[in-house]
């Protein structure tokens, strides 16, 4: 009989250990077994250790001093997760202050969570015919030697080419003809774009490759401005592990820069080598991937954030391209960033880590100026091409537009309309989502927030709805304020609907629109990419989506039609979020043989971000902005843990959190702690945060599990701790 150590598949502190359960049959560690839990219902548990016993159950009872129940089935043959990453489940698990079970679930697709769920993928198989030539020894007709003749010029022809028949039935009787299965994958990577199959690497680029090959530093930040060439070098640098052996794993912030990393890599190396790993999969596709990465069937991978959890094998590369986006940090689930799960991995393997970006984060620069990161830079355009023409546009001034738009200005609408003659392209980008960005009372000033964490509500005029762009909670448009009920009802700060509205009032061009509320899917953001790609539209207008990674060759005019929209979010960070947008974005036109032009429109000519960006002046952009991140206490000189609780009652809420103050206010050295702040309400529960600023993990350690077991035993309460913030 054996002993399993079995995790159960509840997400929850109270629960995050182990249970006792007997199995008569032997059982791998890693597996998923069927167990009844607490005499209620039957639960999905997942296998921590085994270990064999000579004791009967009525022994074991006796010796441990409770009942130990038998699992009910056994799921799994083999382990979800090979030792490297069963191992990094347990790393991340304390890192995060996670529950493990919670920590694997993240790690693993849906379907293969240790979760009861209802999605269910299955391998899919093609069945085909193979000859066996050493069993045609009996006499043959015409009609079965036609068959066998089809098999001269294949070894394996597919079921669904040959015609069912009694001859082909009486072939496969003697043993002439087998039907053979093969697993297939439902997922087909399509190059969207067509690139050189052969690299020729400039000087710059060639030092900064043989840097990297020849340096056992774990960590190197790529800083090379846009179009510079960063592309080349991770293809080269793939190429290099691979030929020794290794693998490769290529992350990119949003779905919508897959399709080029793909078509990239797909006009290199060979499609067997390569999967995909993203959120746009199907779920048997990404099922389908992941069983191809675990058998080790590929070489690389590509995908956005969960891929840093693909189940490769001697890693030799990881790659996080545009490293400064937010986009890496999971919010909602474990709290890990890809980034530091990336260190981890990349070290357990001897690998490196490549973090490559035109406008490094500023915590990765602080760290690349201080030695931990190993600093590589790249000064020049591929083939020495310049950097775009910049003009900025005062919102402020009226002469600077007329009765046509207050959207677009004269000199944007000229530059629009000369590109259009000359047949060149154009990217416009609004920084806000849906028709109206703030939706509020014209009598008494209320403004429509979110009543799950306070953010304001956008009207998106398509729906006739508000949505909270954090959360995603959504409601109809209301009809009267529910402060004062008056019926005048508007908004301000426009959003990229009523940009579209405007362009088609201006000019009767087709167009194309990229935002994540109209293209979610990776499938429909390639439609419209390779439209553009393919001069099918001119001008393409979206939102963040369209600021980094692209590079179409016909661009030559850029237009940021809100510059200031990330000034003014409530963020430590808006003035970084700022200059990386209008940098990256500038940094789409101009990319091959045409000059390249940009307008900025900003109602605040002196902002440092901006006059920053349209320079692209990034070093003088760090040194003040790291003076202000010092002078306020803000990363990379404190780093930020979060702690969100929830209540059903708003007393007990202000106690709970009022107790969490003064349990961080007892550690004495390099910590500031605030009150619980950023109340909200909704479904029928108390929401609150307390942020706390630390110079060392160390530090805060003992607290936040003090902290947690406390929690254990309050009921009424649910809480998340995200000990590296994103944003306070």
């Not at 080269?236 to 919508?256: C, D, F, G, M, R």
Request: with cysteine.
């Amino acid at each position: 009989m054996y002993l399993l150590n079995v995790l159960i598949e509840r997400n929850i502190y109270a629960l995050n250990n182990t249970f006792l359960y007997a199995s008569n049959d032997y059982v791998n560690k890693g597996v998923r077994v069927l167990v009844d839990f607490n005499s209620s219902k039957d639960l999905i548990g997942y296998v921590l250790e085994v270990n064999e016993t000579t004791l009967t159950i009525e022994e074991l009872k006796i010796e441990k001093g409770f009942n130990i129940s038998f699992i009910k089935d056994i799921i799994d043959t083999k382990p979800l997760l090979n030792s490297e990453l069963f191992e990094l489940g347990k790393t991340l698990s304390k890192k995060y202050f996670y529950p493990l079970i919670g920590t694997y679930q993240t790690m693993l697709p849906k379907t293969l969570r240790p979760k009861n769920i209802k999605t269910k993928s299955h391998i899919a198989y093609d069945y085909f015919y193979k000859i066996n030539r050493n069993n045609i020894n009996a006499e043959l007709t015409p009609f079965q030697k036609k068959i066998l003749a089809k098999f001269n010029y294949f070894n394996e022809i597919n079921k669904n080419e040959l015609n069912k028949s009694k001859g082909l039935a009486d072939l496969i009787n003697k043993g002439i003809i087998e039907e053979i299965k093969k697993e297939k994958y439902r997922y087909k990577p399509q190059k969207l774009f067509e690139y050189e199959n052969v690299i020729n690497l400039t000087k710059e680029q060639e030092r900064v490759y043989n840097e990297i090959i020849n340096s056992n530093d774990l960590v190197y930040l790529l800083y090379g401005i846009t179009g510079s060439g960063k592309t080349e070098i991770y293809i080269k640098l793939i190429e290099h592990y691979l030929k020794k052996n290794q693998t490769a794993l290529i992350l990119v912030p949003e779905i919508s820069l897959t399709p080029l990393m793909i078509s990239r890599i797909l006009s290199y190396f060979n499609e067997n080598e390569i999967a995909i790993l993203h959120s746009s999969l199907k779920e048997s596709e990404r099922y389908d991937e992941y069983r191809k990465i675990s058998l080790g069937k590929v070489k690389i991978v590509i995908g956005t954030r969960s891929a840093i959890f693909a189940p490769l094998d001697n890693i030799g590369l990881i790659i996080l391209d545009e490293e400064d986006s937010s986009s890496y940090k999971e919010e909602k689930l474990l709290p890990y960033h890809a980034k530091e799960v990336a260190f981890i991995r990349a070290h357990y393997f001897n690998g490196k880590v490549i973090l490559g970006s035109a406008t490094p984060s500023i915590e990765s620069m602080a760290k690349a100026k201080n030695k931990i990161y190993h600093l590589l830079r790249l000064e020049k355009r591929y083939n020495e091409l310049n950097l775009p023409l910049i003009s900025l546009v005062d919102r402020k001034d009226i002469t600077n537009f007329s009765s046509k738009s207050y959207i677009f200005s004269l000199p944007l609408i000229k530059e629009i309309q000369n590109a259009l003659k000359r047949n060149e392209q154009i990217i416009l980008l609004v920084n806000n989502r849906g028709y109206g960005r703030t939706f509020y009372c014209r009598e008494c000033g209320h403004v429509f927030k979110c009543p799950n964490c306070g953010s304001n509500l956008v009207y998106h005029k398509n729906t006739d709805s508000l949505l909270c762009h954090h959360c995603d909670y959504k409601m109809a448009k209301p009809n009267k304020c529910p402060n004062c009920g008056s019926h005048f009802l508007s908004f301000y700060d426009f959003g990229i609907e009523k940009v579209e509205e405007e362009f088609k009032k201006i000019f009767n061009v087709k167009y194309e629109v990229l935002d994540s509320d109209r293209t979610p899917k990776s499938l429909q953001i390639s439609n419209i990419l390779n439209k553009f790609n393919k001069k099918e539209v001119n001008v393409l207008i979206g939102t963040q989506i369209v600021s980094k990674g692209h590079d179409f060759s016909d661009v030559t005019l850029v237009g940021v039609i809100n510059a200031d929209s990330f000034l003014n979010y409530p963020s430590f960070r808006s003035y970084e979020n700022t200059f990386n947008l209008i940098t990256q974005t500038i940094g789409r036109a101009g990319r091959k043989d045409k000059p390249g032009k940009a307008i900025v429109q900003t109602s605040y000519l002196d902002n440092y971000a901006i006059n920053y960006a349209i320079n692209n002046d990034y070093e003088s952009f760090f040194n003040k902005e790291i003076e202000q991140r010092k002078l306020l206490n803000n990363p990379p000189f404190y780093w930020v843990l979060k702690i969100e609780i929830e209540s059903i009652n708003e007393n007990d809420l202000y106690d709970f959190g009022n107790d969490i103050y003064d349990l961080f206010a007892l550690i004495e050295k390099d910590v500031i702690v605030y009150r619980l702040t950023n109340i909200s309400f909704f479904k029928e529960r108390y929401i609150g945060q307390v942020f706390v600023k630390y110079k060392r993990l160390s530090d805060i350690e003992l607290t936040v599990n003090n902290l947690i077991n406390i929690f254990k035993n309050k009921s009424g309460f649910k809480i998340k701790i995200d000990p590296n913030s994103y944003d306070y």
